[in-house]
């Protein structure tokens, strides 16, 4: 079975020669070395080109004659889950859907990041006694990284 550190290794060293801020998100590779790895990037996007650069470093540098193995190199979709901490830092400003450990979930948007938490914005409108309208009310929670099950984007199109 191939090694996930040398798998590792391979990608990072054409990551840093790329230096776009690119980093992994996530890589798999089955007992039939079917290796799955996903990138992501801090500012900009994963482009095809990324993808296929760090695939030719790896592929290059792994020896057939030795293991067989098939190779697949994408970025880390937007649907799927954040898997490190990179992902919750890229992500401020933009709203997210954490799903806590213990139960339920909350909504909002992501206004910081740190070691041990994160902070999320929700607004809604709440009637409140003695006036006509409702009014936008901010509440801010702050989220422990051992209550978080998992966080994904709102993927909205309005």
């Known amino acids: 079975m191939i090694d996930k550190k040398t798998v590792i290794a391979?990608?990072?060293?054409?990551?840093?020669?790329?230096d776009k801020g690119l980093f992994i998100v996530?890589?798999?590779?089955?007992?039939?070395?079917?290796?799955?790895?996903?990138?992501?990037?801090?500012?900009?996007?994963?482009?095809?080109?990324?993808?296929?650069?760090?695939?030719?470093n790896i592929e290059h540098?792994?020896?057939?004659?030795?293991?067989?193995?098939?190779?697949?190199?994408?970025?880390?979709?937007?649907?799927?889950p954040f898997k490190v901490h990179k992902q919750y830092v890229k992500n401020v400003g933009r709203e997210v859907k954490v799903v806590l450990n213990e139960?339920?979930?909350?909504e909002g948007k992501l206004i910081s990041v740190n070691e041990n938490f994160i902070m999320l914005?929700?607004?809604?409108?709440?009637?409140?006694?003695?006036?006509?309208?409702?009014?936008?009310i901010v509440n801010k929670y702050e989220i422990p990284f051992s209550n978080i099950k998992q966080t994904k984007l709102v993927i909205s199109f309005k």
């Not at 890589?27 to 695939?55: G, H, R």
């Not at 540098?61 to 799927?80: C, I, P, Y």
């Open 10 to 18: 391979l990608a990072e060293e054409r990551i840093n020669e790329l």
């Open 26 to 56: 996530d890589l798999e590779i089955s007992s039939a070395n079917d290796i799955k790895l996903f990138l992501d990037a801090e500012q900009s996007k994963v482009s095809i080109q990324d993808c296929v650069s760090v695939s030719r």
């Open 61 to 80: 540098n792994l020896d057939r004659e030795k293991e067989d193995f098939q190779l697949s190199v994408s970025s880390a979709g937007m649907d799927q």
């Open 103 to 106: 139960h339920g979930s909350q």
């Open 121 to 136: 914005e929700q607004e809604t409108k709440e009637k409140i006694e003695g006036r006509k309208k409702k009014e936008v």
